[in-house]
């Protein structure tokens, strides 16, 4: 449940007009799971971990380029 940003939880909330006092709940670890699938098929995403941490790896070096060489 960590990994839900508040914003999101905020927005479903005022969509749904719950109470600020309501948290998602998947009630199970086997539901998260079976939740997620179904999100990834409707968005047409894979779940890739090896290539995630390739493509962030990237984008690390890069941002940590331009910071250690910032314009003057």
Same mark, same amino acid.
């Given at each position: 449940m960590d $990994?839900?940003? $508040? @914003? *999101?939880? #905020? /927005? *479903?909330?005022?969509? &749904? $007009? &719950?109470? $600020?006092? *309501?948290?998602? #709940? /998947?009630? =199970? =670890?086997? =539901?998260? +799971? !079976? /939740?997620r699938k179904l999100v990834r098929q409707r968005?047409? @995403? +894979?779940? #890739? !971990?090896g290539r995630a941490r390739a493509i962030a790896a990237v984008a690390i070096r890069k941002a940590a380029q331009a910071k250690n060489n910032p314009a003057t």
């Open positions: $990994e839900i940003p $508040e @914003v *999101v939880i #905020d /927005h *479903v909330r005022r969509c &749904l $007009e &719950l109470a $600020e006092d *309501v948290w998602p #709940d /998947h009630g =199970s =670890s086997r =539901s998260a +799971k !079976a /939740h968005q047409g @995403v +894979k779940y #890739d !971990a």
